[in-house]
């Protein structure tokens, strides 16, 4: 680590420590957006409950079946023909 980024770090760290818990809080809120925006983002949206068809359904058995089966298609595979070669 630089000494800059060092010394930047030990002097925020000292600052969070004499904040009063109320704003504590409020900085540890912004930090985390800041850190990580998509994974907060998309940790506070709701989620949609749909209703699985009876179609869907099947579908879904079929599909496991077909896994238990050992008939899944390797992850290489599907890199191949999407042209996402490692």
Do not use: C, W, Y
């Not at 925006?37 to 068809?53: D, G």
């Amino acid at each position: 680590m630089e000494p800059n980024l060092s010394q930047a770090r030990r002097q925020a760290h000292a600052l969070l420590d004499m904040l009063p818990a109320d704003k504590l809080s409020a900085v540890r809120s912004l930090l985390e957006v800041m850190v990580e925006p998509l994974a907060n983002s998309l940790a506070l949206v709701p989620v949609e409950k749909e209703e699985i068809t009876p179609e869907t359904a099947a579908a879904l058995d079929r599909s496991r079946a077909s896994l238990n089966r050992g008939e899944g298609i390797p992850h290489e595979e599907i890199l191949r023909e999407f042209g996402l070669n490692r």
